[in-house]
Structures are given as C-alpha cells and as structure tokens.
C-alpha cells in the first residue's frame, strides 16, 4: 500500500472516531422527539406548557408541566445566585492572589468536589441539610427549594470556578503591568482591570454552570420534595423536570401518554441547556478581548 | 550639580533567585535630562529601569541590595509604599499596553485611583492627550475602545496615560521597538518636547534613537556600568572599548 494511501485511511479513521459523539447525539435526540412528540397529537402545546396541573396517573389525566418548569427554574436560579459569588470570588482568590502552595491545594479541592457522585451530595441534603433546616425553621419537611438549590450550588461551584479561574489566567501579563506602574493597587487592579478583562470568560462560567444546575436530576429527586405545584415560598417542596422524569420513567407503560409526556419534559430539558449552551458560547465570540494589543 | 540629581542610585546589586543581574551600580540620573540606558539584550538595563518603579516586586524570588534615592529617600526602605512611587514615577513599556477600554477610561484610570474629581476629568484628559500629540487624532472618538487605535497611536495613548498621572520621571522600556519608523520618529518626536517638563530614561536596542534623543546615555554590558557619560562623548569619544565596540556594531 502506498505511503499516500495509508495518510488517507488514517486520516478517515479518525474522521469516524470523531464522528461517533455526534452520531450518539443525533441518535438521541432523534428518539427522544420521535417518543415525545407524539403527546402533542391529544394534548396542545399550551396545555402542556402552561397547564397548572400535573396529574399524569389520573383519569383523566393532565399533563401540565408548568409547576415543573418553575420548579426546575427557581432552584437553577437561586444555586445560581449562591454559587456565582462563591465561584467568581475563588476564582479570583486562586488565580491573582493565594500564594504557588495555597493555590495547588485549592484548585485539587475544587476538582474532588467536581468529582464527588451527585447521590452523595443528594444523601448529604437529606440526612444533615434537610433534618437542619426543619427543626431550625420549624418547617413539615426540609426537603425543599432552598435545600436542592444549596446542594445545587455545590455541584456547581466548581464549574463556574475553574473556567473562571482559565478566564482570569488568560488576562495578559501587560495590562496587569500597566495598572501596576500607573500606581493602582493589587485590589484596584483586579477590580478595574482583571476582573472586566475576564468578564466574558466568567460569563460563560456562569451559563456552563447554569447548565450543569439544571440538568442535574439525582439531587432534585432526593432533596427538593417532589411537589408538583407552583411554590409560594422557599421553604416549600417542588418537582423540578429531570426529577419527574426519573421518579416516574419506571411505572409507566411503554408508549402510554404518560410515557410520550415524559420524553417531552425531556425535549424541554434538552431545549434549556441547549440555549444555555448557545449562549454562553455567544457571550464568549462576541465579547472575546481581543488579548494585548494589535499593531 | 548636585541639585539637578533627580535619582542616585548606590551600590545597587539585584538577583533574580540566585542569579546576579546587576553588579555593584552607582549612577545619577539628572533631572529634565533624557537619559539613555543602552547595551546587548541581557546586559541588565530594563531590569535597572523596572527597579526605579519598583516594578521587579512583581517578580516572585527577586532580591535588591543597595539603596535608590528619589527625593533623598530610599525607595527600598521598608516603610515605603510601592503604589506611591510608582504614581510618581510613570512607566511606558516596550509592547503598546492600553486597557480593553475607551480611550477617555485609558487616560482618566490612574488619575481616578488618585482621587482626582470627574469635574477635572476632562480637562486633564485633553491636557494628557495633547501633551502626547494624540489629541486631534483621537478627540472625537474618546469613547471608543483604545484596541481599535493604531500600534503607534495606542503607545502614544500609554505615554499620554503615564503623563496623566503627572510624574516627576518617565521610565521607557524599548517604547518604539514594536513600531514602524513613522511612528518611531513621531515617539522620538515627543520625548524631545516632554523634557522640558519631565525627567526621561529610556531604554532602547536603537543606538541611532540614544544618539538622537538623549543627553546622557549610559553603557551597560554583563549587569555592570561599563561607561555614562553624555551622549556626544559616548558615541564620539568613548573612554572604555567594550563601549566603542558596541556603538560600532562590532558585538551586540
């Protein structure tokens, strides 16, 4: 075989093997509208959108899946709000200020929380934060938005850290430089110069970690509740979409309504993130610094 | 003479870890004087420039002995803040580096940190910006990101940033060795008008820019002083060969 022709069928090989995540994702997309979209032959859209009642096992049944969106919404957004200070303020703390050993430990700690199994956290909520929270605020159960949102937050720190930690890194050595030798401060500089510099990595971090909150269905399942109503404050239980469809997927029977309307909770999902994802990658082009300067 | 000494510096040795860079420097700077800081690459002349702002603090593992007076102060004595040095004696460094903000946000960042008032803001942004020839180039598009200027307009807008500041010293690493010759000689340009008003050392690579610019230049190969004296002696009748050698291109 000639040299030229083996380059060829090296190089197409690889071609497959990289194929082969984009085939997986099309496959699964495929059939998840192939069983989802079936539902919306006996149940409208804007029934299933904004219908108030989830009662899938009645008869009949109601499929509105609008308690579970502000479900899933409520807690992504309240981790959010936890878990970007925490993120973005280590973040910083890492790359500009800990000295060469703190840094090394931190950055491994954050990696083992990134690596701990989301059951353990989900275990951690419902046997410390939950019985906590119900004798603390006198509450009829623990599990709820402001538990699955604080073991949400958790996951997510360290997403938004690390990438936010690379963003902060890729700030060139020269406006650093220049702040320092106009006579600001290390604060100063981070604040003024660092910080704004990094701000469309960081913002990336944060729609990443968005993303990662509200996918996540083994927490949700174990510790927000499982309530499917629209909640009226934070110490009340609610169902988030991933943990219906996983509490549920098991006792329907295949290619039932219930069974249709659960993959399409799943095309939501899917939906979701996949805007999150285009968006965090919109904000990374478009703001993009474009480094030092250009001559 | 000694009135018109601006910097001393005394005895000076600095280590990067356990490497010497500069051995035993003694050397005046005098003030509303460009002086010129020349020698091979490594010879340890931008590393005695970013001692006179304090800037090789930045640098982790370094050691200074000896002492640098600026205003009959040891800038190394340990009660001395950086930050106040360093807002006094302004720097402009070898690559243009202007801030991913307006050109209005380059010039009014440091005076901010000083306190200086929004009222007097634009004032002081004008008088910078004219003072480094960059006014009517830029005057109608001051909030407008600096990135979009040219090389040699985004280091004119560092210069314009370091004056802003109103220093009593101008330190120059290499600042036109990024640049074409037009905007080179408008830089060169620039440095000959600023004198009247402000001390300068500039460190550069171009032998023909220390002969043009400077009234003193100083010859440094290996981290020693090897020659200072002003700049018509060095680049006509230099006293010690290695310089003779080296403004003739014989090495370097």
Redesign the interface.
Known sequence: MSRQTKEIIIKYIFLLFALVSVIVLGLIVFSLFREGLPLFKTVSVKDFLFGMEWYPTYDPPSFGIFPLMVGSLIVTLIATLIAVPLGVMSAIYISEIAPQRIKEILKSVIELLAGLPSVVLGFFGMVIVAPWLQETFDLPTGLNIINASVILAIMAIPTISSISEDALYAV?R????????????KF?TIV??IV??ALSGISTAVMLGMARAIGETMVVLMVAGGAAAIPESLFDSVRPMPASIAAEMGETPYGSAHYQALFAIGMVLFCLTLAFNLIADYISHKFR??G???? | MESNTIISIRGVNFYYGTVRALTDISMKFRKNKVTALIGPSGCGKSTLLRLL?R?ND?IDGTKVEGEILFEDKNIYAPDVDP??I??KI??V?Q???????TIYNNIS??PN??GVSSRDMDALVEQSLKQAVLWDEVKDILNKSA?NL??GQ?QRL?IA??LA?KPDILLMDEPTS??DPISTAKIEELIEELKDNYTIIIVTHNMQQAARVSDETAFFYLGNLIEYNKTEKIFTKPEVKQTEDYITGRFG
């Open positions: 060139p020269e406006f650093k430089e220049a702040s320092y030798a106009l006579g600001a401060t100063e003024q110069v704004p510099a610094q474009t030092s300067a250009t001559l | 702002n800037m930045l930050v106040e360093r807002r302004g720097m460094f690559k243009p580096n202007p801030f991913p903000k960042y440091g940190l000083n990135m040219s090389g985004q560092c940033r370091a500041m990024a640049l």
